[in-house]
């Protein structure tokens, strides 16, 4: 079973420049979780998907995140316009539905570095 | 505001000892709390977790403890192996699936 695909890997980016993560869900998962990790601190959630509906964004910095999960399966996360303090690694995870104590898959995740 | 606290930042423990990781939480609606391991550029992987109905729940190696008066978990590993060395996370549920992960520890099992 393929696991969770994420790319870039890697990204360098300038203040106030904009970028795109892309995050493909295990086969047949329902539920798609943005997180974000800084240096030193543990995953935070950004936002999670049920299909393509989202169920929580209450901590996605709305005014320049953005994310969408057209017809349910990929997604992708973007910030416009990059600050310093965006510099962290952005995970993606998938779980089959949205069922109590369903255990997270998580990709490799995407390390964004703002200069 | 930190609801899932890890205090200690790493942690060395000698190949065939046992590696004790601890994890304290503040949010008493927690019900389901979770441990997930990290290696270098690789997601976190599931690991063990335990309903808050429960004070331990044990899968090999792994065993987690939960002290609800105290709102401490813990995970125990016996014997710790050399693969272990990882950065292992607690996480706690809050309702709809929701986790909230501590900062980390840093396991070193040294051989």
């Known amino acids: 079973e393929a696991g969770v695909a994420q790319s870039p890997r890697y990204k360098i980016i300038e203040k106030r420049q904009s970028v795109a993560f892309w995050c493909n869900p295990i086969?047949?998962?329902?539920?798609l979780y943005w997180y974000q990790q800084i240096l030193g601190q543990g995953p935070k959630l950004l936002i999670q998907?049920?299909?393509?509906?989202?169920?929580?964004d209450s901590q996605l910095p709305k005014d320049r995140f953005s994310a969408e999960r057209l017809k349910g399966v990929d997604s992708t996360l973007k910030i416009q316009p990059a600050k310093l303090e965006d510099s962290a690694v952005y995970l993606c995870?998938?779980?089959?539905?949205?069922?109590?104590?369903?255990?997270?898959?998580f990709g490799s995740g995407t390390q964004l570095s703002v200069l | 505001d930190q609801q899932v606290k890890q205090n200690s930042p790493s942690l060395s423990v000698q190949e065939g000892r046992i590696s004790i990781l601890n994890c304290d939480y503040t949010?008493?609606?927690?019900?389901?709390f979770l441990w997930y391991k990290k290696y270098p550029a690789e997601g976190p992987t599931f690991l063990i977790s335990?309903?808050?109905?429960?004070d331990k729940n044990e899968d090999g190696r792994f065993t987690v403890f939960l002290n609800k008066s105290a709102k401490h978990l813990s995970l125990h590993i016996v014997p710790s192996q050399p693969g272990d060395s990882a950065v292992y996370f607690c996480?706690?549920?809050?309702?709809?699936?929701?986790?909230?992960f501590g900062a980390g520890t840093i396991l070193r099992v040294k051989s």
């Open positions: 335990i309903s808050s109905i429960k």
């Open positions: 998907f049920q299909n393509n509906g989202v169920v929580d």
């Open positions: 949010n008493s609606m927690f019900d389901y």
């Open positions: 996480a706690a549920k809050l309702n709809g699936n929701k986790l909230v």
């Open positions: 086969s047949g998962h329902a539920t």
């Open positions: 995870a998938s779980s089959p539905r949205i069922r109590e104590n369903e255990k997270l898959f």
